[in-house]
């Protein structure tokens, strides 16, 4: 007989690879940025180092446009600041939150 009821069957192992998703992303550049708060310049550095990061998963395939575009809007954004727009950045809760694009002054 080939019934056996306590035999496992075998599963291939198959595992996707873990991909971070916006969230993740987002919360380690501002843990980077928090990180140096009282000196932007650090601060900067490790951004653009960061930045190095995440184009090597986008072309890893890890890293979707959209994704990207977010990402690089707050990365220039802190690249660009001074010391007081750094800490206006870091205080913004919007500026951390997927999704966020800078609003277009009004004229």
Known sequence: ?????????????????????????????????????????????????????????????EVDSSLLDGLERRADKLLHADAGTWLECLDNEEFWKPGWREEALEE
């Open 1 to 61: 007989m080939g019934w056996w009821p306590f035999k496992r069957k075998e599963k291939a192992f198959e595992e996707e690879p873990h991909m971070r998703g916006a969230r993740m992303w987002i919360q380690d550049l501002r843990e980077i940025c928090e990180r140096c708060y009282d000196d932007y310049e650090k601060g900067q550095r490790q951004v653009n180092a960061m930045r190095d990061e995440w184009n090597d998963a986008r072309d890893r395939g």
